[in-house]
């Protein structure tokens, strides 16, 4: 039986370049992975940009036609790194052709379409997981073996911003991001899903939402080129801004604790501060992706003269996830290896078998979230997810 196993990349651009690097680096610093990924191919519609992605990022071939990537007998996972209106269709006919799918966050644009892709996966039985990837930053794993090891006690709040600034400017133009029919919604879908899976992977299951939303800048000019990760050229006509810039909801959780949960674009001075702290009856975590290599810890267990929070530098490979395959203890590690992280997690899954969270039904389930919100600021009441 081959220890290999032949990866289909959908996307070439941001996401794209991001996945390609975990691919190229995942066995060579964890040289224990059950399956060895081989780049088959990348996809995407504009051929002289992806051959050139091919050639940069290592990939054997391309292809500018999805179904053909899909449908190939030498690939076993489909990546599907592209904009939300895609995520389900190329997903399924994976799924539908027998391939394992990695997707991007969110799952989908739609509640509806989300059920589908996780029905499509577990009746073809493959492999089916989210990159939600900053579940695998060993500061957020340091957090959780606090919370399940009881060393927090009974969790009481969570609260959650994740804030940026990129789009201030009401010259930067329409790109995909600011239109409903390719995103599904804005800052809620793109930044409110990672906090969201956070607070479910971290606190637990949210029963019931109020939120509201806001579009602050409502036309922008149209898409001239993009220019690299958020860049992009604005032209010379105007169009229709049809998703949100900033949204903010309150939640209850299934055990008793409470949420506040915040996204913007609209942080002056804020690049990506995506931000959450965690209150329980003996102690108190708090995290900043900006500074993802440390994690503020607070212990009822303290000696009272030196009570508070202490920053802890969690790069040590004895006792922190993921990071004995890394660089001896203090030398940091950076965002792109949360996606190393995660390609790992799911090549041992596909060997084994079984789907590693985040899986499609976690995916569904923060759609559910994320549906739950946009009803309750269109209803301005308390709605409950529909799971």
């Known amino acids: 039986m081959s220890n ?59 292809e500018t036609d999805w179904k053909k990537l899909v449908a190939r007998d030498d690939i076993g996972l489909i990546d599907v790194s592209t904009p939300g209106d895609t995520h389900a269709a ?60 009881g060393r927090l006690g009974t969790i009481y709040h969570w609260r959650a911003v994740y804030l940026q600034d990129w789009i201030m400017d009401p010259n930067f133009p329409l790109v995909w991001r600011l239109q ?16 969201i899976d956070l607070a479910r992977m971290l606190v637990g299951e949210i029963t019931e939402v109020t939120g509201l939303t806001e579009t602050f800048i409502k036309r922008r000019p149209t898409l001239a080129a993009t220019t690299g990760g958020l860049g992009a050229a604005a032209g010379a006509e105007m169009g229709e801004v049809t998703v949100d810039d900033a949204a903010l909801f309150l939640a209850r959780f299934a ?10 674009r609209f942080a002056k001075g804020r690049a990506n501060c995506n931000s959450f702290e965690i209150n329980g009856s003996k ?24 009570a508070g929070f202490r920053t802890v530098l969690v790069t040590n490979g004895n006792a922190h996830k993921y990071l004995s395959a890394w660089w001896p203890a203090g030398h940091i590690i950076g965002w792109e ?8 997690d799911l090549l041992n ?14 995916g569904l389930r923060c759609q559910a979230i994320l549906d739950a919100v946009e009803r309750s600021a269109g209803s301005k009441q308390w709605v409950e997810p529909e799971y």
């Open 337 to 344: 290896h949360t996606f190393t992280h995660g390609i790992y």
């Open 255 to 264: 055990n008793g604790a409470v949420g506040t949960f915040e996204v913007t």
């Open 349 to 362: 899954g596909i060997a084994a078998g079984v789907s590693p969270a985040p899986t499609f039904e976690d």
């Open 4 to 62: 290999t196993i032949g990866v289909g990349l959908v996307g070439y651009k941001f996401m794209g370049k991001a996945h390609s690097n975990g691919y190229r680096q995942v066995a060579a610093f964890f040289p224990d992975v059950a399956l060895r990924p081989v780049m088959k191919a990348i996809c995407g519609r504009d051929e002289t940009a992806v051959r050139a992605a091919a050639a940069q990022f290592g990939w054997e071939e391309y």
């Open 283 to 306: 102690g108190s975590v708090r995290f900043n992706l900006e500074r993802m290599n440390e994690l503020e810890v607070l212990l009822d267990d303290e000696m009272p003269d030196v």
């Open 90 to 149: 190329i997903s399924i006919a994976a799924a539908e052709n027998g391939k394992h799918v990695f997707c991007e966050k969110p799952l989908a644009n739609t509640l509806a379409e989300a059920r589908q892709m996780l029905d499509a996966v577990q009746r073809n039985k493959v492999v089916g997981m989210v990159n939600f990837n900053y579940r695998r930053v060993p500061a957020v794993q340091l957090a959780k073996s606090l919370i399940d090891s």
């Open 180 to 195: 409903k029919d390719a995103a599904g919604s804005g800052t809620l879908g793109d930044l409110g899903a990672h906090i």
